[in-house]
């Protein structure tokens, strides 16, 4: 399947909706703390995204309720339940927004409160295959040389990818 080239105006509106996803992103994670609901997440999200003139890409995506997705600890799909946030949580925040006819997506997981080093070793994993896939990103280079640096940095140290499961994604399609 060939990726859609978008010329520089396109380029243009993918940066700005992305750019408003991450200051969405940002302001949730300004409110994770014990104590929190993923409710107050989702609504911080929500708000942010609105008052920039975009809207949130998961909210009734398949009758999905939220504007943001949330997961914590060892769950891997969203929650749609509304829950409290405990310290030695981990929480993932996954936003979309979109505007202009692209979506941008992101997200991160966030430590709330003390976490155990096992939590806290998980998450700085994972951020190293981030990073370690963004160094490798250039052009010309095989996208689906990623999920092999992603599996290559975590996996040695116990931790497992899930391999069937796939993210929102940016430009023009919602999944």
Do not use: W
């Not at 310290?87 to 966030?110: R, S």
């Not at 994993?125 to 280079?141: D, G, Q, R, V």
């Not at 996208?143 to 992603?150: A, D, P, S, T, V």
């Amino acid at each position: 399947k060939q990726v859609p080239m978008t010329d520089d105006d396109d380029l243009e509106k993918l940066r700005r909706v992305c750019r408003i996803a991450r200051e969405a992103l940002d302001a949730g994670h300004a409110v994770v703390a014990p104590g929190v609901t993923t409710e107050e997440i989702d609504r911080v999200v929500h708000d942010y995204i609105i008052s920039q003139g975009a809207y949130p890409s998961p909210r009734n995506y398949y009758n999905f309720p939220r504007s943001c997705c949330t997961s914590i600890n060892e769950i891997i799909f969203t929650v749609f339940q509304i829950l409290d946030l405990s310290g030695g949580d981990i929480i993932n925040l996954d936003v979309t927004a979109y505007k202009d006819g692209f979506h941008g997506d992101l997200n991160e997981t966030y430590l709330v409160g003390n976490v155990s080093e096992s939590s806290r070793a998980l998450v700085q994993k994972t951020y190293e295959s981030l990073m370690n896939s963004i160094e490798y990103c250039a052009p010309n280079k095989m996208y689906r040389e990623l999920g092999n640096i992603i599996a290559n940095t975590v996996e040695p140290h116990g931790y497992s990818v899930v391999r069937s499961y796939t993210g929102h994604g940016i430009g023009r399609i919602f999944h």
